[in-house]
Nanobody, 121 residues
Framework: VQLVESGGGSVQAGGSLTLSCAAS????????MGWFRQAPGKAREGVAA???????TYADSVRGRFTISQDNAKSTVYLQMNNLNPDDTAMYYC?????????????????WGQGTQVTVS
């Protein structure tokens, strides 16, 4: 599965951005899509994930501000980010794996995109 992120950019605190992750094709073995982020000097952290049936889960730091969703074909996953603050500044990556369990652990994921930068000032 090839994953391509888009939608990153620079925004002022309190603003919004929507990230997209397009999968090259749908794999029956890939039923969980996750978003991770990594700020300079920090470990990569799980932000949100969505299971094939639509179940969503979020990190505490973004719950209530971010929304993960996927299109009906399950080939594109979105991350709507509202009320952004400087702590949200990071490179954001989407990733794919089997099953929603342990969604926050990066090495559980098989495929990764190249990342898209989000900067909040």
């Amino acid at each position: 599965v090839q994953l391509v992120e888009s939608g990153g950019g620079s925004v002022q605190a309190g603003g919004s951005l929507t990230l997209s992750c397009a999968a090259s094709f749908e794999s029956p073995d890939t039923n969980c899509m996750g978003w991770f982020r990594q700020a300079p000097g920090k470990a990569r952290e799980g932000v949100a994930a969505v299971g094939y049936e639509g179940t969503t889960t979020y990190a505490d730091s973004v719950r209530g501000r971010f929304t993960i969703s996927q299109d009906n074909a399950k080939s594109t996953v979105y991350l709507q980010m509202n009320n952004l603050n400087p702590d949200d500044t990071a490179m954001y990556y989407c990733a794919a794996k089997v099953g929603l369990g342990r969604w926050w652990i990066d090495h559980e994921y098989n495929d990764w995109g190249q990342g898209t930068q989000v900067t909040v000032s």
